[in-house]
């Protein structure tokens, strides 16, 4: 059994060059995921905290944003509650990004890697990361949250793993149902 007390540093399998058809078999499996193990409604619920003025035009930036099913979640709730919200993603796997562009053209989506945002993106108010900060060693992540503390206007929002055995395990058998990818 692996050793939860501690990230793991062994790569995913969306880290791997894949085939673009199990990879966005693997990203509408992942949508499900988060849709129904509540992945979308914690960074929800984060992003609505911060955002207090219903007259201005947030710009959301998510970091690492896959096939940007998060994004999507945050743009229904915001049309919902009638906040004014612009969507930018950036991910360094171009197969995401036009899964993200085919998907949702309505939300801006930028290959790119941490200085894509850092160099390009002046400003955001605020900056979103989810499932993405655990590839991350501790001194790397303490240096990116400085650093996404540097271009946010508003606030983060970070919504990544709790290392478990109920989490690894529920996975495994939601990676079983999903035959196996």
């Known amino acids: 059994m692996p050793d939860f007390t501690k990230r793991s540093r062994l790569p995913e399998l969306m880290d791997s060059p894949v085939p673009k058809d199990l990879l966005f078999k693997n990203l509408r499996e992942l949508e499900i995921l988060n849709r129904y193990l509540g992945g979308h409604k914690t960074s929800i619920e984060g992003i609505s905290k911060l955002i207090t003025d219903k007259d201005k035009i947030y710009h959301v930036v998510d970091l690492g944003c896959g ?11 915001a049309k ?9 993603g ?10 993200l562009k085919i ?25 979103h ?14 240096n990116l949250i400085k650093a996404m503390y540097n271009k ?4 983060l929002v970070i919504n990544d793993l709790q290392r478990s055995p109920a989490a690894y395990y529920s996975t ?6 999903f035959n196996g990818s």
Not at 90 to 99: A, F, G, L, M
Not at 172 to 177: D, E, G, I
């Open 103 to 127: 998907k949702h053209p309505e939300i801006t989506a930028l290959i790119g890697d941490l200085d894509l945002f850092f160099h390009k993106i002046h400003k955001a108010d605020i900056v």
């Open 129 to 142: 990361c989810s499932l993405f900060c655990h590839h991350f060693d501790d001194d790397e992540l303490k």
């Open 172 to 177: 495994k058998a939601f990676t079983f149902l």
């Open 90 to 99: 950036i991910d360094k796997n171009r197969d995401v990004i036009d899964y």
């Open 80 to 88: 919902k509650n009638k906040i004014k919200i612009r969507l930018t």
């Open 152 to 155: 946010v206007e508003t606030g």
């Open 67 to 77: 096939g940007g099913d998060t994004l999507m979640a945050i743009d229904q709730w």
